[in-house]
């Protein structure tokens, strides 16, 4: 009877317009007939009663591309922000094998990997409210439109279906983009590994048709999983893939996402897109996966020093727009993957303000994605390296492709500018006919581009990742380089291990102690370089670089010369920092660096005035409220001036600051106590128990603090 009583409040409406039915829905669950179509709600799928109107639609009939389509049939679930406990189970009657039910998303939709017929019956499992369409998936999957060329672009799609493939193919036809576009679609109801050893064999058997070509890639979205395993695996690996790698939203390092209580929980609109698209798969996109581990065990993509012929060029395409939830898919990403995630290499092209499936339809990504192609496919930077190292290709051309490069990267001049700017003032900080050490790209390919332009050509630089390769060594050795090795001595080089620290000692490693111990050309290492004071010599700042020097630890005279009169900040000043990149801004910190050790070593000597006047210059380079290290430094100088309320004032402003060391503040407190203000000490170290209940350290100094009151 009581089942009779529940199902008689369900109302069925056939009206002109489209047919609905609606009805509460309890924590008893229930279940809603709409033309055939069956929504079967368990019990506890809602948190609270709900009125739930199921809405049958009729919508265009179409095909995509990726070669699925729609059959004008469509149901909506009302609320669409409705997210059920448990999923919901749906049936219709169907006869035809290849069709399923896709979730509406963007200004396309996922297919739901759950979704099957069987016994003549589509069934799927649904997690949420939104729109739903009933589907045609494609007969096989595989590469589509190949033909017999020598060089082509592979796009690899994504479970996402829209038109972002047409209007990418569209865009690569507008600008002229010269090879054919093959498109690789694949079963999602496969893992990432299977997929990408289909399209091992798919590529094998084009290889079969056609001989030899080549592929320039561009992936999107999950895709970029499934291409980057293929090339990462020697098992797999066909060499076809050129130099120009590109990867669109690409959750190389997974997605919150990937678990259903986080989808559950979070705000972005996409947040369910991989719970319905890769269903029992999406396990892989959880953070530290075997699928994921897998891929990261084995490396990078393939060449490198033993085959640089085979190197890439990679760059990810990303996203970042705001939403209202917590995870950093949400605060700082693209809805679905984090900035983070899509870090496949220490540097990647300044993200784009859309979110993730906007990313894959805006023509203008379309056109950088273009350019990066059409710029990587002409060289890879290792193999292009050793034709420079070996005179066939002349130095200036290295300068030219990075100009492009880093424009690409950027998209905007003043980030260009404010680095050429930043490493221009860096080499102003070198004492003449030096060996500059550096780290990486924002401080060694600026520099060598400036050297182009004929400013400080008497620096050797020396970027100490490629001086582990004995090409680049023999190179520089021909351009002025003090070191005194035959070809023959400098193969017998190898990275080795340190018999008494049993630290790792690379071939770089050695090069630099050998050139610190000659005296025919000075040694300095750039600020940016990790850890210089592993090589075992005192260090002098100096400016943006560090010196040789067992004198004082910074060069006062020289740094403050150059911070304050000889160094450019035209570019810098000429924005708000906020709208730099962040690796600029990063960069930038380092003049903040400086002048906060300045400050250090102007109150060592009691220096006060020019101290504060340096640690205020240093507040220019970073972010308001961000610089709680400059505020606590101004605390020490002030009371070393005896200034106790100023101190107090700049105690208060560190501690306000959300990122603020525990240790620094127990430190705060002991200065507290010794200011003679142990009530404000206990308050502060009773803050810190918040963050350590139970610690036992904190408790003994309040313990004494209160025994001193």
Not at 434 to 443: C, E, K, Y
Not at 543 to 566: A, C, F, H, M, P
């Amino acid at each position: 009877m009581r089942k009779i009583l529940l199902f008689s409040v369900v109302l069925v409406f056939l009206h002109c317009s489209s047919p609905y039915v609606e009805r509460i829905i309890t924590h008893e669950g229930a279940m809603m007939e709409l033309n055939g179509a069956v929504f079967d709600i368990p019990e506890n799928s809602v948190q609270e009663s709900t009125l739930v109107k199921i809405e049958k639609k009729s919508t265009s009939k179409r095909t995509y591309e990726q070669g699925y389509n729609l059959t004008g049939q469509a149901f909506t679930i009302i609320p669409d922000t409705l997210v059920f406990e448990k999923p919901i189970h749906f049936s219709m009657p169907m006869t035809k094998q290849n069709m399923a039910l896709g979730a509406k998303i963007g200004n396309g939709f996922v297919p739901l990997a759950n979704s099957i017929v069987e016994n003549e019956t589509l069934r799927a499992q649904l997690w949420h409210g939104g729109e739903y369409y009933v589907i045609e998936k494609p007969l096989e999957y595989g590469i589509k439109d190949h033909s017999d060329v020598d060089n082509a672009l592979l796009l690899v799609t994504d479970p996402y279906v829209s038109d972002y493939v047409k209007k990418f193919k569209y865009v690569l036809r507008q600008n002229e983009y010269e090879y054919p576009v093959w498109t690789y679609v694949y079963d999602m109801d496969k893992s990432i590994e299977d997929n990408s050893y289909y399209l091992a064999d798919e590529l094998k058997k084009l290889h079969e048709q056609y001989g030899k070509f080549r592929l320039d890639i561009v992936s999107f979205g999950v895709g970029g999983l499934v291409a980057h395993r293929y090339m990462v695996d020697t098992l797999l690996y066909h060499k076809d893939i050129s130099s120009a790698v590109i990867a669109v939203g690409t959750p190389f390092l997974g997605s919150n996402f990937a678990i259903i209580d986080s989808a559950k929980a979070g705000a972005s609109p996409y947040r369910f897109f991989y719970v319905d698209g890769l269903d029992d798969n999406v396990v892989e996109l959880i953070s530290g996966s075997d699928a994921l581990l897998w891929t990261h065990e084995r490396g990078n993509l393939p060449g490198g020093y033993g085959e640089p012929e085979e190197s890439k060029n990679f760059a990810s395409i990303r996203g970042r727009i705001s939403y209202a939830g917590d995870l950093p898919e949400e605060t700082d990403g693209d809805g679905l993957v984090s900035l983070s995630s899509t870090m496949l290499t220490a540097i990647e092209p300044e993200p784009f303000s859309l979110g993730h499936f906007e990313l894959f339809e805006n023509a203008g990504v379309h056109g950088i994605i273009q350019d990066f192609v059409q710029l990587y496919n002409t060289f890879a930077w290792l193999d292009f390296f050793r034709k420079v190292w070996q005179g066939e290709e002349p130095f200036s051309k290295i300068n030219a492709i990075w100009e492009k490069e880093a424009r690409l990267h950027y998209r905007n001049a003043i980030n260009f500018d404010v680095l050429v700017e930043y490493n221009e003032n860096m080499l102003k900080s070198v004492p003449a006919n030096s060996i500059l050490i550096t780290n990486g790209d924002n401080d060694t390919y600026p520099s060598w581009f400036l050297q182009g332009m004929g400013v400080r050509k008497d620096i050797i630089i020396l970027n100490r990742s490629l001086a582990n390769l004995k090409e680049y060594l023999k190179f520089l050795i021909k351009q002025g380089l003090p070191l005194e090795m035959t070809d023959g001595q400098l193969e017998t080089l190898k990275h080795d291990y340190d018999k008494k620290t049993g630290k790792a000692k690379t071939i770089s490693d050695k090069v630099i102690n050998m050139l610190l111990e000659q005296n025919k050309r000075p040694v300095v290492f750039a600020t940016t370089v990790y850890s210089p004071e592993q090589y075992g010599y005192p260090l002098r700042l100096s400016g943006l670089v560090y010196e040789i020097s067992d004198k004082e630890v910074v060069d006062i005279d020289k740094t403050r010369e150059l911070l304050y009169n000889e160094f450019s900040y035209e570019k810098f000043f000429s924005v708000e920092l906020a709208s730099l990149s962040k690796p600029i801004q990063s960069l930038a910190n380092n003049y903040a660096g400086i002048a906060h050790e300045l400050s250090i070593a102007l109150s060592d000597l009691q220096m006060y005035d020019e101290a504060l006047e340096a640690n205020d210059y240093a507040k220019r380079f970073v972010k308001s409220g961000s610089y709680y290290f400059l505020s606590y430094n101004d605390a020490k100088i002030y009371l070393k001036l005896g200034m106790k309320d100023k101190a107090d004032s700049a105690f208060k402003a560190v501690l306000n600051n959300a990122g603020v060391d525990l240790s620094v503040k127990k430190d705060i407190a002991e200065y507290y106590y010794g200011m003679d203000m142990k009530t404000r000490a206990i308050q502060v170290l009773a803050e810190c128990l918040k963050e350590e209940p139970g610690n036992e350290e904190i408790l003994e100094l309040i313990k004494k603090y209160q025994e001193g009151l």
